[in-house]
Every structure is written in C-alpha cells, then in structure tokens.
C-alpha cells in the first residue's frame, strides 16, 4: 500500500556531536579506530581505518588498494574491467611487497642509448635495470642510469657499452629493513634484488623506504599480504567471475548495485554462500527492509547509500534515494535489533562523505566504516589524471553512472536506452593519500576523544548527536570574515 512519511530524510550535515567527558583513556594518543568490516567465517574481517575506496574507475586500481590497505583501510577494485583483468589486478595486490617495486621498465643489451634518452625525458625515470631478455624477469646483466652516458654524444651506443656490469644486488632478499642495510652498505640508491640463479626479481629505491618501511596499521590477511576487495554483479555471467576471483584469494566481494534490494542479489548471495567461502559485502540499500532482506540471504555486511554520491543525479533522473543520514539510522536500528539474536552485521556507509565531518558523523550515526569515491579522487594514487585548470590542479573524476563510465550493469540498464544517472568532472588535487590519510586519521581519533571514546563501540554507543538549524550550521562555517588568502567574504 502506498505510504506517505511526511518527516523530512536528513543529510550527515544536519548533524553536530555534542562533547563528552574524555578521561586518559580516550585521550587521542590513546585512541583506536580499528573496525569489523565485514564478517567472516565465525569472526570478522578487522581493519585499523575505517575507510574504504570506491568500487569505481575514478577511485580504484592497484595503485589505491594497496596504498590504502598498508594504511589500514581497504579498497575495492571496480566491476568495469574483464574477469582476466580484475583478478590479474587482486593478484598483484596480494603479492605486493612493500617497497619491492616488481614492474619497473627494464632493458636490454642491445637499446640504444638514444631510445633511453627518450625514456627519460617522458617518464622522468633515471635508473634502468638491463637484463638478457629486456623484460624485467630475465637475468640481470646490470644497470644503467641517467648518470653513465653523454646525451649529446653517446645516443648511438648500445646499453651493453655504458652499463655498469659491476652491480651488487640482494640475493632473495625478502625484509625491507635487510635491503636497506644493504643499500646503505653498497652506497647506492637502490637496489636489485634477484635469485640464487641470477634473475631479476625486484628493484628497491631509497626514495621508496620512508613511505614504505612504517606501516603498523596495514589490513593484512593471515599470510600477511594486503587485503583487497573485488565488485561483481548479479548478472549470470558474473558467477564465473566470482569463482575466478576466490581462486585468486581475493578477501571478499562487493555486489556492486545502485539498488541492492532486489531478487538478483538474494539469489546470487544464496549462490556464493553455497559454492564459495567468500565474505560478500551487498547492498547498496536505504532501507530496513532492503537490510533485512539481505542479511537473511547470507550478506557478511550492509553498505548504504543511494541517489547522494558527490556527482550523482539518482534522484533527478528516478526519484529515488534517501538523505544519508537517515538511511543509516534506519538501518543501524534494525541492525541492532537483529545483533540481539543473530552476528553483528557490519555497515559501511557509501556516498556524499568527503570531509572530516561527514566522515565522523556517518560512525557516530553507527556506520562502522565509510566508502568514499570523491576523497580518494582527490588522491594521486586514484586512476585520472592531475590536470591544471584555471589555476589550478585538479583530478578527473567521473561517476559510474555517467556515459564515460559506461558500466551499465551497475543501473540495470541497456545500452540503448541509457540515461546517466552520474556526471563526470574534477575534483581538487589533494596530494599523496601517503600524506592525506595521517592527517584523517588523526582527526578522526580527536574526534573518537571529544565525544569521550576510546574504540569504534564507545563511539557508536556515547556519541550523542544533534540536529542543528541553518543558521546554527552557518555560524559552524567560516563567516564574517575574509579568509587570508580568498577573495570572497563568507
Ligand atoms: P562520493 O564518495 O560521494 O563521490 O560517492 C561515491 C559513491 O557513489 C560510490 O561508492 C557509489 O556507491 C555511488 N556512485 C558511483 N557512481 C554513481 C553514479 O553515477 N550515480 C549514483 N551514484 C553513484
């Protein structure tokens, strides 16, 4: 029967935290943000940040879900590649090593130094490990680098003339801090690494080892390799999909639906329950029901978000979707309520969290992780490219909805009828997540510690929030005033 609800749906910016009492033991230092992010087995699947990046071509590929899960968090590569693509990709997160780079250009003999001239000027690369065969797993013969040959006059020798034969390499070196010593020890700025046989199998760089040799809080599985998630559809070819996918370790999957609460997604988790061991993250839903329907069909997590994503026209297009923050409480009751008889079930908020406030409010709201597209965009980890416009430095970003995309399974929908239900743009250059997630982070926990939480439970269960009018909310923003820097008075 047709229902009317006359109360309004609210945004995460309607709401403010009220301050609690903070004792040392929710001082910030003594903070922790750990979260479940999805179950598993009879336990859960834990990660240090809450924070995972978007199913999406804008947001995720290697390069994001293994910077984001050394950091603690998660990413989640899109649904928009081939079955061979995206298993090659969870693949290479799964035997990434920290600062073992295992895919750099590579040359052999017999290139010309002009073509490595070439090189360098359009990669900005400097050093170039030469091996037999000119691929990179070949046997090593030595290294060249910008620094062994005249541009003006050597560019018709062969590498084999001016390489340095004399290199010293680790032998199967496996600990970043091993290669470093050694690196320290032979006096260079890198160094290969290769078998008992001689054949290349890494190259570590100096540069590499502040980023890379301090990650405490990576989300690492029990063989201490790098999680990572995979999203599929419930479309019937993607069944192949997700026993490929398992056969390459992936930690878990994502159902990647605008609308999650639909017959296709009940039918496809009783399939995966029944043929794989695989932890499925489905949704995405806004409703009780919709979570209901899912945890009963098997779903190790809930994620929730519809017609809000920062480039989303959902609701233009159809109509339909929620304001964030009452979808989340809707679904966090009724997840409280089932947690009485049945597993907690994990919830992750998906869409329109991009700054620390939204972040904060969608935990406070009893979301137990967040999914963000346009944050990690920002990053020079995520796929677009850095452009300069009108000043400034920008990054590609386009939704999964939009027409560049073209990933119409996600909207059920058909090439020839397509309409967009996103938009594709920019967002401002943010910088290295390397550098953006420990500044996140750090607030995230002040935030953990002013509401007087020690742990994501605390937070869930002390955080007192409130709804504020639109004048209380513009006295939150800068105002009166003109910001050092800006031009406009706000
Ligand atoms: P954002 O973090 O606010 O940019 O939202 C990202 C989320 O928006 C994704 O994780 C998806 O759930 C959702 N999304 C991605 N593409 C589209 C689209 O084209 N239309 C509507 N929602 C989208």
Not at 64 to 85: I, Q, Y
Not at 189 to 200: A, K, Q, S, Y
Not at 295 to 307: E, N, P
Request: with cysteine; proline share 4%; glycine share 8%.
């Amino acid at each position: 029967m047709k229902q009317i609800i006359t109360s309004p749906a609210y945004s995460l910016k309607d709401f403010r935290l009220l301050p609690g009492y903070t004792d040392e033991r929710s001082s910030v230092n003594n903070v922790s943000l750990k979260t479940r992010l999805c179950c598993q087995k009879e336990d859960y699947i834990y990660m240090e940040l809450p924070f995972m990046s978007a199913a999406m071509q804008a947001v995720t590929g290697v390069e994001m879900a293994t910077a984001l899960a050394e950091l603690g968090g998660v990413g989640v590569l899109p649904l928009e590649a081939s079955m061979e693509d995206q298993c090659k990709k969870v693949k290479t997160v799964k035997h990434y090593k920290a600062g073992f780079q295992t895919d750099i250009i590579t040359l052999s003999p017999d290139a010309l130094l002009g073509e490595i001239k070439k090189i360098i000027q359009e990669t900005g690369y400097s050093i170039f490990p030469v091996t037999d065969t000119g691929v990179f797993h070949g046997r090593l013969l030595g290294v060249i680098t910008d620094k062994d040959f005249d541009p003006r006059y050597d560019l018709d020798f062969p590498v084999s003339e001016r390489m340095r034969k004399d290199v010293q390499a680790g032998v199967e070196v496996e600990d970043l801090k091993e290669a470093n010593r050694l690196m320290i020890q032979y006096g260079h700025g890198f160094l290969p690494i290769v078998t008992r046989e001689g054949t290349l199998q890494s190259v570590v760089f100096k540069k590499d080892l502040d980023k890379h040799i301090q990650h405490p809080h990576a989300t690492v599985d029990h063989r201490k390799r790098l999680r990572v998630g995979a999203a599929v559809s419930t479309h019937p070819e993607d069944l192949e999909r997700i026993k490929e996918l398992a056969a390459n370790d992936v930690d878990f999957i994502v159902m990647d639906s605008s609308d999650g609460f639909t017959c296709y997604q009940k039918q496809t988790l009783a399939w995966v329950k029944k043929k794989t061991n695989l932890a499925v993250i489905a949704g995405n839903v806004v409703t009780r029901e919709g979570f209901e329907m899912l945890v009963k069909a098997g779903a190790d997590a809930v994620k929730i978000g519809m017609g809000i994503g920062s480039g989303c026209i959902t609701q233009e297009a159809k109509a339909t979707g929620r304001g964030q923050a009452t979808a989340i409480l809707d679904i966090v009751n009724a997840r409280d309520e089932y947690a009485k008889k049945h597993p907690y079930i994990p919830i992750i908020a998906d869409g329109s969290i991009s700054t620390p406030a939204e972040i904060a409010v969608a935990l406070a709201l009893g979301a137990d992780s967040v999914m963000m597209g346009n944050f990690f965009a920002r990053c020079l980890e995520s796929p677009g490219k850095v452009e300069n416009r009108n000043g400034r430095r920008v990054k590609e970003y386009w939704m999964e909805g939009s027409k560049k995309a073209q990933n119409y399974r996600r909207y059920h929908q058909n090439p020839d009828t397509f309409f967009e239900e996103g938009v594709a743009g920019f967002v401002p250059f943010a910088g290295s997540v390397y550098e953006v997630i420990p500044v996140s982070r750090q607030r995230l926990k002040s935030t953990f510690s002013t509401v007087g939480a020690a742990n994501m439970g605390e937070f869930h269960e002390k955080a007192v929030l409130e709804l504020q009018s639109m004048a209380a909310f513009h006295d939150g923003q800068i105002h009166n005033m003109i910001q050092a820097g800006g031009e406009d008075e706000h």
